[in-house]
């Protein structure tokens, strides 16, 4: 089992900045992905980021590329999200999720999620 606690979120003003962090508890797989979801009000659960942990190798979905960065720290099992140049369009509930391998944008790829975080974004 794995448990997944984000942190972060909040109300911003267009153009700022935000950092979510989920922290990871318990056993994962040998190989496993930590990534990224959002879900905004009558809208499909959207991938956003994802690294490999293994590997380090990180995925980001077109629509953030240039604003949002994912990391990770090792020693603190736990992963980043930077958001910056934020949008009303980013407003949606942000989830953590642990799935096998590596990044794949489909939710139903994932094992584990967290409680989701909201991020509101106002113009």
């Known amino acids: 089992q794995v448990q997944l606690v984000e942190s972060g979120g909040g109300l911003v003003q267009s153009g700022g900045s935000l950092r979510l962090s989920c922290a990871a508890s318990?056993?994962?797989?040998?190989?496993?992905?930590m990534a990224w979801f959002r879900q905004a009000p009558g809208k499909e659960r959207e991938f956003v980021a994802g690294?490999?942990?293994?590997?380090?190798?990180?995925d980001i979905t077109d629509s953030v590329k240039g604003r949002f960065t994912i990391s990770r720290d090792n020693a603190k099992n736990t992963v980043y999200l930077q958001m910056s140049s934020l949008t009303p369009e980013d407003t949606a509930v942000y989830y953590c999720?642990?799935?096998?391998?590596?990044?794949?944008?489909?939710?139903?790829?994932?094992?584990?999620w967290g409680q989701g975080t909201q991020v509101t974004v106002s113009s």
């Open positions: 999720a642990v799935g096998r391998g590596l990044s794949d944008p489909r939710a139903r790829k994932y094992d584990y």
């Open positions: 690294v490999a942990w293994t590997i380090g190798r990180t």
């Open positions: 318990g056993r994962a797989f040998s190989s496993y992905t």
